[in-house]
């Protein structure tokens, strides 16, 4: 077993390469979409093109994420992708650019080194603030990360990596997140050494994880990419989506997704000099473009007497100049599902790992022919601290 094999753990590698193989592929009639969204000064755009996939998750990836698979592309489609996108962004003006594909921007088997400084000249004529690409800790091409640092100025580059969790037992265990130790903080010293700027993806609402231990992890987490060094980060709760090990466990009621007051929960965590440093995302649902899916996925909620205050707050705050402030509104907010939060989050659980193992062994059963990698789930030490 190699050392990155060593990092995965092969139950959930197995059965999350078996629910994602199920996944339709994105046609060549959907090549690109572009949405948009208010930030602070202006219009945030955000443009994602068709590439044949993430690398991770085509081998069996993050048990949350339902990243599209397509047919590899050629150089031809992205360029007109871009080129249309382009005539529309002179008219819309937005400030910021985030780039999106269905992994990594340094993935070469995704983006061609070529096409990435291309596509960052061609968006150069734009007057831009900043433009934002996504990547793994463990995909960051030094060389073509300089090169996309000179191909975009003067707009900044931000490098987003997907760091979900600082733990490595979450990462390993509830995650399936490969990710190598220390890799976190050599990426955001790389990206500073290039002149781009870093931030972090962390998320709230791994499986097999208790709510309140939820909370406690993205906190932790959250907290501690500042403390190493990211410019920024950016807090999304999990989405329930098509074709994840997490929509497969909901199905057999061993899955719910935290409401958005753990997020608010997380917030409130950090202290208020940081929150300026704090982006939110995907806590209301986008549109679901892909036309091979024929169901939604289920968002994060609260109940329908507050949801619509709650989420109209949350829409303000990538926009907030002011996000002490407006997390005080938020925290204004009374509702019964709020106090049923409270309780739920300190609720007696099974001990974590008697839990993680039992809900596993399910997914052997029911998923994987009821003895492969059952060993490998007595093997499982029990959740040390966090670490970096």
């Given at each position: 077993?190699?050392?990155r094999?060593m990092?995965?753990?092969?139950?959930?590698?197995?059965?999350?390469?078996?629910?994602?193989?199920?996944?339709?592929?994105?046609?060549?009639?959907?090549?690109?979409t572009?949405?948009?969204?208010?930030?602070?000064?202006?219009l945030?755009?955000?443009?994602?093109?068709?590439?044949?996939?993430?690398?991770?998750?085509l081998?069996?990836?993050?048990?949350?994420?339902?990243?599209?698979?397509?047919?590899?592309?050629?150089?031809?489609?992205?360029?007109?992708?871009?080129?249309?996108?382009?005539?529309?962004?002179?008219?819309?003006?937005?400030?910021?650019?985030?780039?999106?594909?269905?992994?990594?921007?340094?993935?070469?088997?995704?983006?061609k080194?070529?096409?990435?400084?291309?596509?960052?000249?061609?968006?150069?004529?734009?007057?831009?603030?900043?433009?934002?690409?996504?990547?793994?800790?463990?995909?960051?091409?030094?060389?073509?990360?300089?090169?996309?640092?000179?191909?975009?100025?003067?707009?900044?580059?931000?490098?987003?990596?997907?760091?979900?969790?600082?733990?490595?037992?979450?990462?390993?265990?509830?995650?399936?997140?490969?990710?190598?130790?220390?890799?976190?903080?050599?990426?955001?010293?790389?990206?500073?050494?290039?002149?781009?700027?870093?931030?972090?993806n962390?998320?709230?609402?791994?499986p097999?994880?208790?709510?309140?231990?939820?909370?406690?992890?993205?906190?932790?987490?959250?907290?501690?990419?500042?403390?190493?060094?990211?410019?920024?980060?950016?807090?999304?709760?999990?989405?329930?989506?098509?074709?994840?090990?997490?929509?497969?466990?909901?199905?057999?009621?061993?899955?719910?997704?935290?409401?958005?007051?753990?997020?608010?929960?997380?917030?409130?965590?950090?202290?208020?000099?940081?929150?300026?440093?704090?982006?939110?995302?995907?806590?209301?649902?986008r549109?679901?473009?892909?036309?091979?899916?024929?169901?939604?996925?289920?968002?994060?909620?609260?109940?329908?007497?507050?949801?619509?205050?709650?989420?109209?707050?949350?829409?303000?705050w990538?926009?907030?100049?002011?996000?002490?402030?407006?997390?005080?509104?938020?925290?204004?907010?009374?509702?019964?599902?709020?106090?049923?939060?409270?309780?739920?989050?300190?609720?007696?659980?099974?001990?974590?790992?008697?839990?993680?193992?039992?809900?596993?062994?399910?997914?052997?059963?029911?998923?994987?022919?009821?003895?492969?990698?059952a060993?490998?789930l007595?093997?499982?030490?029990?959740r040390?601290?966090?670490?970096?």
């Amino acid at each position: 077993m190699t050392a990155r094999e060593m990092r995965y753990n092969p139950v959930l590698r197995k059965a999350a390469r078996l629910i994602g193989s199920e996944r339709p592929p994105v046609p060549p009639s959907l090549p690109y979409t572009l949405g948009y969204e208010e930030t602070d000064g202006g219009l945030f755009a955000r443009f994602w093109f068709r590439t044949r996939g993430c690398t991770h998750s085509l081998g069996g990836g993050c048990t949350m994420c339902d990243y599209w698979i397509s047919t590899d592309t050629d150089a031809d489609e992205t360029r007109s992708s871009v080129e249309r996108v382009l005539a529309e962004l002179r008219e819309k003006q937005p400030i910021d650019l985030l780039i999106e594909t269905s992994g990594s921007y340094f993935d070469d088997q995704e983006v061609k080194p070529e096409q990435r400084t291309w596509m960052l000249e061609r968006f150069r004529e734009l007057s831009l603030r900043y433009v934002i690409v996504e990547t793994r800790t463990d995909l960051r091409a030094n060389d073509s990360l300089k090169a996309c640092v000179e191909a975009i100025h003067p707009a900044t580059l931000i490098v987003e990596f997907g760091v979900e969790s600082l733990d490595p037992w979450v990462l390993k265990h509830c995650i399936n997140k490969d990710t190598r130790p220390g890799s976190v903080q050599e990426a955001v010293d790389e990206v500073h050494r290039c002149a781009a700027l870093a931030t972090a993806n962390v998320l709230i609402g791994a499986p097999f994880l208790s709510l309140g231990e939820q909370i406690e992890d993205s906190a932790r987490s959250l907290a501690d990419v500042l403390e190493m060094g990211f410019d920024t980060a950016v807090l999304f709760p999990v989405n329930v989506k098509h074709y994840t090990l997490t929509g497969w466990l909901r199905d057999r009621e061993m899955y719910q997704a935290p409401p958005l007051w753990a997020l608010v929960d997380v917030l409130n965590s950090l202290d208020t000099s940081l929150l300026p440093r704090v982006v939110i995302s995907w806590h209301r649902p986008r549109p679901d473009y892909h036309p091979g899916y024929t169901t939604r996925y289920l968002r994060p909620e609260t109940c329908p007497n507050c949801y619509q205050p709650l989420t109209t707050l949350l829409d303000e705050w990538r926009k907030s100049i002011d996000r002490a402030a407006l997390l005080a509104q938020i925290n204004s907010i009374s509702c019964a599902c709020r106090d049923e939060h409270e309780v739920n989050k300190s609720v007696p659980n099974q001990p974590l790992l008697e839990r993680l193992r039992t809900q596993q062994r399910r997914i052997v059963d029911e998923l994987l022919g009821g003895s492969w990698g059952a060993d490998y789930l007595e093997s499982i030490p029990e959740r040390e601290s966090a670490g970096a």
